[in-house]
């Protein structure tokens, strides 16, 4: 019994090489990632990430994105406003988008200027699809809300969501019916979704990164919809679906206490060409950032990710009024006065960073992310910081006319 027992053990253990393996020399399709695609067109359709053919949300859904971020208040277990209340952030999906939360979630803990009421919880199971989290009574609902409990938390809580999931028993490829069929999917998510988390105020969709390295075994029973070209299509899902809310669709509303779904939009598209770098550079290499399955991340690949999602959501304005501390203002102005003393000009072609003041020693502090000082000084009338040697991203500017945000190199 006690051998028959190992040999079992054994067998799972070496089994995960049985469903797909990696094969570097499929390091690229052809395909072009929505993001670069702004402009033109794939089959008839426009690419970008919204229906203008643009990365850049349309002004009347950055508005509505920007009206819910300022909904998004620290609530107690019941769902009432309290100071002493919680912000909380899940992450939505299976395997790799667990570890790429993961990644975020480490970096979201080195971020000086995080607000204290926001936690975010890792609600992700490996090999969970979407056509098992469309079922509210499924155990993948059970588990988050366990994970919440045991962070002292409540559903009525969560108030924002990201989400990065497939339909992992489809194999269907065909354009554009199989993204639609996916977007229908999202859908119900997101309906499912809202009954479950009644304070779900944005919701920031994720597309997977590139599969294409990933070769089914003889004999695999590895999830169809996991493989390329499904993850190039997730892409086209996540679009239309936001497309059909910023076009006010049936069955899309978000405003009012019945409407159907809680806001969508896009959050981070990591969908590259394989080795093929993106017009901005990224790209997913077989032997540094895919594991042996040629599937899922390394460690190396989930930090890219973690990476990315950090970058995207410390510096995106529908994140400002909830991801920073309650004592910080947001600067994405040219210009900004604060108690009638000091304004602040940033000027990030010219690499300078101009506060101004009525106050002839205003001593005033510059910190990074981390917290670190990176410039101090004394503010007569005028000062011109150079920050071309500071990295791109946020950074808190503290005088004691208050504290602001500022973006270099955004």
């Not at 570097?24 to 052809?30: E, L, Q």
């Not at 069929?181 to 779900?200: C, D, H, R, V």
């Not at 930090?303 to 009024?321: L, N, R, V, W």
Request: aromatic letters at 10%; charged letters at 20%.
């Amino acid at each position: 019994m006690k051998t028959l027992l190992l040999l079992t053990v054994l067998f799972l253990a070496g089994s995960s090489n049985l469903y797909t393996q990696k094969n570097c020399a499929k390091d690229s399709t052809g395909l072009i990632p929505l993001t670069d695609l702004t402009g033109k067109s794939w089959r008839g359709f426009i690419g970008g990430l919204y229906s203008d053919g643009t990365n850049n949300r349309p002004s009347s859904h950055k508005n509505k994105a920007l009206i819910q971020a300022k909904n998004v208040k620290a609530l107690d277990e019941k769902g009432v406003i309290s100071s002493s209340g919680k912000i909380v952030w899940i992450g939505v999906g299976a395997s790799n988008p667990r570890t790429e939360f993961l990644r975020f979630s480490n970096q979201m803990d080195t971020f000086a200027l995080k607000n204290p009421a926001l936690k975010l919880i890792n609600t992700c199971i490996g090999g969970q699809g979407i056509q098992k989290m469309n079922n509210i009574d499924d155990n993948y609902w059970r588990q988050a809300e366990k994970q919440l409990s045991d962070s002292g938390l409540s559903n009525k809580q969560v108030q924002i969501a990201w989400i990065e999931t497939d339909n992992t028993q489809t194999g269907d490829t065909t354009f554009p019916q199989a993204p639609q069929m996916l977007g229908e999917e999202f859908k119900t998510l997101l309906t499912t979704m809202k009954q479950l988390y009644p304070n779900l105020q944005l919701c920031y969709m994720t597309a997977r990164a590139y599969s294409g390295y990933a070769d089914p075994a003889i004999g695999s029973s590895v999830g169809k919809g996991l493989l390329f070209p499904r993850d190039y299509l997730n892409g086209w899902a996540i679009k239309w679906l936001v497309e059909k809310q910023i076009n006010g669709d049936t069955g899309y509303e978000f405003e009012g206490v019945s409407a159907p779904l809680p806001f969508v939009t896009w959050g981070t598209y990591h969908w590259a060409d394989g080795s093929v770098q993106r017009n901005d550079g990224l790209q997913w290499l077989c032997d540094l950032d895919i594991g042996g399955d040629g599937l899922h991340l390394s460690a190396s690949g989930e930090i890219k990710s973690g990476q990315i999602m950090f970058d995207y959501f410390t510096g995106d304005e529908t994140t400002q009024a909830w991801i920073l501390q309650d004592n910080t203002s947001d600067v994405h102005d040219d210009n900004l006065t604060l108690n009638n003393e000091v304004s602040i000009s940033v000027r990030t072609v010219d690499n300078e960073l101009i506060i101004e003041s009525e106050v002839q020693f205003l001593t005033t502090y510059i910190s990074n992310i981390l917290g670190q000082i990176v410039w101090s000084g004394n503010v007569g009338n005028q000062a011109r910081i150079d920050t071309h040697t500071w990295a791109n991203g946020v950074y808190l500017v503290r005088s004691k006319a208050g504290s602001f945000v500022v973006h270099v190199g955004k």
